[in-house]
């Protein structure tokens, strides 16, 4: 086959392959016969764009085959107008499902009419993006031998490996995310997969084992990369985000359900009719008891509705805490039910993070949603440090006064590596970026026991001492003003439209509608809800404070703990984006949403093992930068996904030559050729060992993503067409016997498709 490539010229069939693998485009398609040697073939037509603006010209999709060979159905539907479409639609369908299979197909044809049928039918590319991943994977996080020993010294899974079915769904989020139920099913579709011998209901088994040992493995991972770099924790970025459920009902109400139709059932049993069991189902006996089971299973309640992120209010939703250190790698995961208010996730944090690394002298570092004196309190007390966004809207004037006020101020400037700088020490220029420290007092109320005479809980002032950072910028001030100006356009329109505002706003446009009441006592007072007019003095606020904003810090209370210097602490509070970004490629890349699992352990897991699929997705990049290449977690993902090899068919059954289909050959590129023509045909007479040397020299120069994040871990990059022996030199995997290269359904039907070549 590799003989009759080189005849045809590889060069154009790799081109072809590498047309098709990258998906159909979205012109319609359309049945077609064509005469080629006294015979009729029914051929599939795609209308592109021509080479003229404004043109179109057909392109042949597929030939179907002989006309008169087909079966009656289909010809009899090519004589039918509406028929035909329809049948268009399908062969266009089957053709989108099956374009892998297409492309591998393009790659042994010929220019000859008819086409001849390809030696690769019913073969597909393998992917080996998660060889790039196994070195992070056992070296740089060692999760390999720490899995080993969990599963050997606590479980009684003998038959199959944990660490690599954990290796392979961890892996598969990067490559191609998935349910775990279509993860069992796409196990053979890797160069290479030890875990193909693992049945679905293991899949689930993983999971459980995930949850069991979740702390101890994300404490390793950590731990090992802290060995390998030599490195420690000196700042905790903390945020929470929440991931969703395609399910009406949340955790509560299905317990709820499930205990009605198990005591419906048993009193069924009891041959009682259907009044009175509903009788019983509406009696206080029956309430009673379903309060103690919802009690007795108030910790499986994880499933619960509250503050959405992506605005999910009719969905349940699980929040997630997530910590990272100051290089961006994750650190600590926790996972709450979705009723839980973000305020209450940050001390379970400060505790997991001290027990996990011992950590006391870090600086913890979060959002102004998460700023409670209570918590910074708390903080305090365990000596560490933190840097917490303020608000400084509707502070206290004095306040106000201290932020306006030119006198304290210094200008800054931000460097290429995102680093704050004072830019002088003289007199301030109002008009650029600046910044000032001053102490500051944080007041607060906590309730404590007891109840006053109205009834309401008893509460106790107190405050903390800390530092706050006053900052402006212009290029916020004009984009804020901005805002404000579409705010206030949209409340006078509100007012003009008689807009009833319903219940006072602190935020947005209608927070600058005024009423003619705040509060109505009577269904009949609701017209005094309507807005008459603006709250002039909120517009005036927000403009006088429009590019201001405001942190609040405190260093880190052990002794040998190093302080931050101003700038630092500006600097490490505006990395903070770092987990916002952390989240994007979770929801985004992994897929972390809408959770396909039921059960509180297996949601749980599931969460756990995106947290391990960052870490990994963290080291690619940083072993990138390293390599001066730099790589959006998109491109790592989608060059993951296309590192595709072909084995080819040899007479003994086993694979004889692995082409790369990973790669994007355009050969014939002007700048490959020097020439304007891109297409093969219009390079004919060109020398195609020049293009070829120009091309590789081009890859060597350029290496395309997936060279380059084989390159960062340390292995080769992949030939065009190599040797089983030098595949498995380039990736690592020297050890592996070729019968294992391939999963045994994938290598079964090869040897079926070697046979029936051999027979044709």
């Known amino acids: 086959k590799i003989k009759s490539l080189k005849a045809i010229g590889k060069n154009q069939a790799f081109y072809r392959a590498s047309f098709i693998l990258k998906g159909f485009s979205e012109h319609s398609m359309f049945l077609s016969i064509r005469k080629i040697r006294n015979q009729r073939y029914l051929y599939l037509l795609e209308t592109v764009p021509g080479k003229k603006k404004g043109t179109h010209t057909n392109r042949i999709v597929k030939n179907l085959g002989n006309f008169d060979k087909l079966p009656e159905e289909v010809r009899n539907a090519y004589l039918d107008k509406k028929a035909k479409r329809e049948l268009a639609k399908s062969f266009e369908l089957k053709l989108r499902e099956k374009d892998i299979s297409s492309a591998v197909d393009t790659v042994a044809k010929t220019d000859a009419a008819p086409t001849r049928i390809s030696n690769f039918n019913r073969l597909f590319p393998l992917n080996y993006g998660h060889l790039a991943l196994k070195p992070l994977w056992e070296k ?22 944990l660490n690599d079915l954990l290796f392979y769904l961890c892996a598969l989020k990067l490559i191609d995310p998935k349910s775990y139920f279509s993860a069992s099913n796409s196990k053979s579709n890797f160069l290479y997969c030890p875990w193909n011998n693992v049945v679905q209901d293991n ?17 390793h991972a ?20 929440n991931t969703w459920f ?60 509250g503050r959405s992120k992506e605005s999910r209010f009719a969905q349940p939703i699980v929040t997630v805490a997530l910590a990272i250190d100051q290089t961006g790698f994750p650190i600590d995961c926790k996972v709450y039910a979705g009723n839980i208010a973000e305020i ?25 949603g998460l700023n409670s004196g209570q918590k910074l309190e708390k903080i305090q007390e365990e000596k560490l440090g933190f840097v917490v966004a303020q608000k400084i809207n509707a502070q206290q004037e004095k306040f106000e006064k201290e932020m306006l006020d030119l006198t304290g101020y210094r200008n800054y400037i931000v460097d290429d590596s995102g680093m704050f700088r004072v830019k002088s020490e003289g007199s301030v220029d109002k008009d650029k970026a600046r910044f000032k420290v001053c102490d500051h007092v944080k007041k607060f109320y906590v309730e404590i026991e007891g109840t006053t005479k109205s009834g309401n809980p008893k509460k106790e002032h107190r405050s903390i001492n800390c530092k706050i950072v006053y900052t402006f910028s212009p290029a916020r001030r004009e984009r804020e003003l901005k805002d404000l100006e579409m705010q206030i356009s949209k409340a006078a329109k509100a007012v003009s439209d008689g807009y009833l505002a319903g219940n006072p706003y602190k935020s947005g ?39 201001y904003a405001a942190l609040v810090f405190s260093h880190p209370k052990d002794k040998d703990a190093a ?65 001066k290449y730099t790589c959006s977690a998109e491109k790592i993902t989608h060059a993951l996904a296309q590192a595709l090899v072909l084995p080819t068919p040899s007479s003994d059954g086993m694979p004889q030559m692995w082409l790369n289909m990973g790669l994007d050959p355009q050969f014939y590129r002007p700048e490959f050729t020097g020439k304007k023509k891109a297409r093969l045909s219009q390079n004919a007479l060109e020398d195609h060992g020049y293009v070829w ?57 090869y040897r079926r498709v070697v046979n029936n070549n051999l027979r044709s």
């Open 246 to 305: 395609e399910t009406p009902y949340d955790d509560i109400t299905w317990q709820v359900i499930r205990y009605t139709r198990k005591t419906t059932l048993r009193l069924r049993d009891q041959s009682l009719s259907n009044e009175e069991i509903q009788a019983y189902l509406e009696s206080n006996e029956f309430l009673e008891n379903l309060t103690d089971e919802l009690e007795l299973n108030k910790e499986d309640v994880l499933r619960m509705r």
């Open 344 to 368: 209450h996730t940050v001390e379970p944090m400060i505790e997991s993070l001290k027990k996990k690394y011992s950590v006391k002298d870090i600086y913890f570092v979060a959002d102004k």
């Open 140 to 161: 740089d996080l060692g999760l390999k031998y720490k899995i080993e020993y969990l599963q050997k010294s606590s479980t009684e899974i003998k038959t199959w490996r």
């Open 563 to 627: 302080a931050l210097t101003d700038e630092e602490v500006l600097t490490t509070y505006h990395r903070l984006v770092g987990i916002e970004d952390c989240f994007r490629v979770m929801k985004s890349s992994f897929s972390i949403r809408p959770v396909h699992v039921r059960l509180k352990e297996h949601i749980v897991a599931h969460c756990y093992l995106c947290v391990l699929s960052l870490m990994l997705m963290r080291l690619v990049q940083e072993k990138l930068e390293a390599k």
């Open 222 to 241: 950590v731990k090992s990369r802290l060995e390998q770099t030599k490195g420690q924790i000196k700042v905790a970025f903390f945020d929470c985000t």
């Open 693 to 749: 040397h120009t091309y590789e020299k081009h890859r060597e120069e350029t290496p395309f993503a997936v060279d380059q994040i084989l390159e960062a871990v340390g292995l080769n990059k992949l030939p065009l067409y190599g040797s089983t022996g030098e595949i498995k030199r380039i990736l690592g995997i020297h050890s592996v016997t070729e019968e294992n290269m391939l999963a045994p359904e994938y290598l079964e039907n």
């Open 509 to 547: 446009w209608r927070a600058l509608l005024q009423t003619n009441k705040e509060a109505a006592q009577t269904p009949e007072e609701k017209e005094q809800y309507r807005a008459v007019g603006l709250k002039q003095d909120i517009i005036e606020e927000r403009r006088r404070n429009a590019g």
């Open 203 to 219: 899949f689930y088994r993983a999971l459980d084992f995930v949850y069991d040992h979740r702390e101890s493995l994300i404490k």
